[in-house]
């Protein structure tokens, strides 16, 4: 895996850019997560990058010590300003060089935070695809980005992934296409699924 501090800005503005996209009669459609709706997503995304600034800074406290929900997150009023703020925290969290050493605490569990970090991005990475397939939307993301999320779910193992078992995927498919797939997302999945 990289042991050099990523920039998580390009996957924050990317899942930012989308959110004018997205209209508030699309907040009860389906996503590439089973049982998971377009608000619930946000409004995870919102509490991931509030836990994730937390456990970059070394603050442990209500944010950093829970596993994350994603279906049962309520999308708070006022998400159009609220999301983009929380986003812009955590990247700039994690571009303290002391974010990404020593121990911190994210989704109840200890880790380093050079893999803290990384588990930052890919979860960024992998609901900003979430949030575009579900809202008609292009996705592109940076080669090192995908590269992190396939080095930190490979490295599970057998485990399946916590987004769910990995999907088959062909040969020779777009890294994309296998970062997605990793991470428990059939990289084909449409609305109407």
Same mark, same amino acid.
């Given at each position: 895996?990289?042991?050099?501090?990523?920039?998580?800005?390009? @996957?924050?503005?990317?899942?930012?850019?989308?959110?004018?996209?997205?209209?508030? !009669?699309?907040?009860?459609? *389906?996503?590439?997560?089973?049982?998971?709706?377009?608000?619930?997503?946000?409004?995870?995304?919102?509490?991931?990058?509030?836990?994730?600034?937390?456990? @970059?800074? =070394? +603050? $442990? !406290?209500?944010?950093?010590?829970? @596993?994350?929900? /994603?279906?049962?997150?309520?999308?708070?009023?006022?998400?159009?300003?609220?999301?983009?703020?929380?986003?812009?925290?955590?990247?700039?969290?994690?571009?303290?060089?002391?974010?990404?050493?020593?121990?911190?605490?994210?989704?109840?569990?200890?880790?380093?935070?050079?893999? *803290?970090?990384?588990?930052?991005?890919? +979860?960024? /990475?992998?609901?900003?695809?979430?949030?575009? =397939?579900?809202?008609?939307?292009?996705?592109?993301? +940076? +080669?090192?980005?995908?590269?992190?999320?396939?080095?930190?779910?490979?490295?599970? !193992?057998?485990?399946?992934?916590?987004?769910?078992?990995? /999907? $088959?995927? @062909?040969?020779?498919?777009?890294?994309?296409?296998?970062?997605?797939?990793?991470?428990?997302?059939?990289?084909?999945?449409?609305?109407?699924?």
């Amino acid at each position: 895996m990289d042991t050099q501090p990523l920039d998580l800005e390009p @996957a924050a503005r990317r899942i930012t850019a989308q959110l004018d996209a997205v209209d508030d !009669g699309a907040l009860g459609a *389906a996503t590439p997560c089973p049982g998971v709706t377009v608000g619930a997503l946000l409004a995870h995304i919102g509490g991931l990058a509030v836990a994730f600034r937390d456990a @970059a800074r =070394k +603050e $442990p !406290g209500p944010a950093t010590d829970s @596993a994350p929900s /994603v279906e049962s997150g309520v999308l708070e009023t006022g998400w159009r300003a609220t999301l983009p703020a929380a986003l812009d925290g955590m990247v700039a969290a994690w571009r303290s060089p002391d974010a990404w050493t020593g121990m911190t605490r994210a989704g109840g569990v200890d880790l380093p935070g050079r893999i *803290a970090g990384m588990v930052a991005l890919n +979860e960024l /990475v992998l609901h900003g695809w979430d949030l575009a =397939k579900a809202t008609g939307q292009p996705f592109g993301a +940076e +080669e090192a980005h995908l590269r992190n999320t396939l080095a930190l779910l490979a490295d599970q !193992g057998d485990d399946p992934s916590p987004f769910g078992p990995p /999907v $088959p995927v @062909a040969d020779g498919a777009p890294l994309l296409d296998r970062a997605v797939a990793r991470g428990g997302r059939r990289p084909d999945w449409r609305p109407e699924d």
